[in-house]
């Protein structure tokens, strides 16, 4: 069993939906949660930051994090086709490993 | 400017060859990293260096070996590419405990 599983996708909705994206993970002692943006031949672009459980909310983006569940989530409101990438969990617990998701790609249709 | 620049960002060789791939930063962050993406595996650490005199063995360090030549600059090699070695490679950096990650563009390597 991996460490985190993330929701494989691919997801496709038209402009204006919202995007939900989850990934849930095994190990309880991770503690700092991010997401990230990964555009076509780029490299990932850190989305969002948290640490502990909670609610983080940045512009259209919310991140969520429920450590009792051991689940992350983040959503995209009024989705634009330049949402259209593949993005990817990560959590660590330590100061140098990054454990990662397998990334899910989503697109935006005009 | 890119803070993470890796060079070059595309390669295609033969099995057997030696291979280095760079990394450098203006980001002054003391942290550097290196990666695979492989499709459906996501990435997956190579290596990571902590200061220039720290270098460390990541998840998958067999067939690689790396070089903290200053602080902002950090290179991969593979001394005998084979052909499962074609994937995407990431050189990333960060700051403290818990910090998140900053990653360069990647460098597309094709092993044939």
């Known amino acids: 069993q991996k460490e985190v599983e993330q929701d494989p996708g691919p997801l496709s909705v038209p402009e204006g939906a919202i995007v939900s994206l989850n990934c849930t993970y095994s190990n309880s002692a991770f503690q700092y949660f991010m997401w990230y943006r990964q555009y076509s031949r780029k490299g990932p672009e850190l989305l969002m930051y948290?640490?502990?459980?909670g609610n983080k909310e940045d512009g259209r983006f919310t991140a969520q994090v429920d450590k009792s569940s051991k689940y992350i989530s983040l959503f995209i409101r009024d989705s634009q086709p330049s949402d259209s990438a593949t993005y990817l969990c990560?959590?660590?617990?330590?100061?140098?490993?990054?454990?990662f998701g397998a990334g899910t790609t989503v697109t935006v249709r005009a | 400017d890119a803070d993470v620049t890796q060079t070059p960002r595309n390669r295609i060789t033969k099995t057997g060859k030696r291979i280095m791939l760079e990394c450098s930063q203006t980001?002054?962050?003391?942290?550097m990293y290196w990666y695979r993406q492989d499709p459906g595996l996501g990435l997956r650490l190579i290596y990571y260096?902590?200061?220039?005199?720290?270098?460390n063995k990541g998840e998958i360090s067999d067939g690689y070996s790396v070089s903290r030549q200053a602080q902002a600059k950090f290179s991969l090699s593979l001394e005998s590419a084979i052909p499962n070695q074609t994937a995407l490679y990431f050189c990333?950096?960060?700051?403290?405990?818990?910090?998140?990650?900053?990653f360069g563009d990647g460098t597309r390597l094709s092993i044939l």
């Open positions: 260096s902590f200061d220039v005199k720290d270098i």
């Open positions: 980001k002054g962050h003391d942290r």
């Open positions: 990333a950096t960060s700051t403290g405990v818990g910090q998140p990650q900053h």
């Open positions: 990560a959590m660590t617990f330590n100061d140098y490993k990054l454990s």
């Open positions: 948290t640490y502990s459980s």
